[in-house]
């Protein structure tokens, strides 16, 4: 492997390691099988607040999902245009 593909796995933890630590994972954080049952307890206000935060962090989450697929492609910035078409 190349050292700019191990490089770019590097880049490819911090990205990930950013979204797990992004806001919304942080009170809500538990098996996605759980999280139903813990949502259905919660308040009105609360699960509404609680979609608010999701919905606003989607695109941003989505924005660096993005970002990590060009890397693991090679695609990206760094990486110049695709070697293989």
Not at 35 to 52: A, G, H, I
């Amino acid at each position: 492997m190349s050292r700019d593909r191990l490089e770019d796995l590097g880049r490819l933890a911090v990205i990930i390691d950013n979204i797990l630590d992004h806001e919304i994972f942080t009170e809500e954080r538990m098996m996605a099988a759980d999280f139903e049952n813990w949502f259905q307890s919660q308040s009105p206000e609360k699960r509404q607040s609680v979609l608010d935060r999701l919905a606003r962090a989607i695109p941003e989450i989505e924005q660096k999902l993005e970002e990590a697929v060009k890397i693991a492609k090679g695609i990206d910035a760094l990486n110049g245009p695709p070697r293989y078409a």
